[in-house]
């Protein structure tokens, strides 16, 4: 069983930072590709940042670019999402995701507002 608590959200102004983590128990952590989506209210869930099992590699939305890091500790079996420069458009609830053994496990999901 596996299971991903997200936390870390909350309200903040434009130009703010919010560090997001999503914290893993269970199966196996450190092997796992990780990432975060999000989704604003009335739009569809998009794909923020990923990062491999050994978060040599990540990726970002481009809308994102610049501005957020995705980065892991497998000691700790932890992702974090270190979110700088926020922006209204920003404002969504935050997911992470785990893939392991061709299944997609998902956090409960985090608020983050930014106020203009």
């Known amino acids: 069983q596996v299971q991903l608590v997200d936390s870390g959200g909350g309200l903040v102004q434009a130009g703010g930072s919010l560090r997001l983590s999503c914290a893993a128990s269970?199966?196996?952590?450190?092997?796992?590709?990780m990432g975060w989506f999000r989704q604003g209210s009335g739009k569809e869930r998009e794909l923020v940042a990923t990062?491999?099992?050994?978060?040599?590699?990540?990726n970002y939305a481009d809308s994102v670019k610049g501005r957020f890091t995705i980065s892991r500790d497998n000691t700790k079996n932890t992702v974090y999402l270190q979110m700088n420069s926020l922006k209204p458009e920003d404002t969504a609830v935050y997911y992470c995701?785990?893939?392991?053994?061709?299944?997609?496990?998902w956090g409960q999901g985090t608020q983050v507002t930014v106020s203009s």
């Open positions: 995701y785990m893939d392991l053994d061709s299944r997609r496990y």
């Open positions: 269970g199966r196996t952590f450190s092997t796992s590709p």
């Open positions: 990062v491999t099992w050994s978060g040599a590699s990540t």
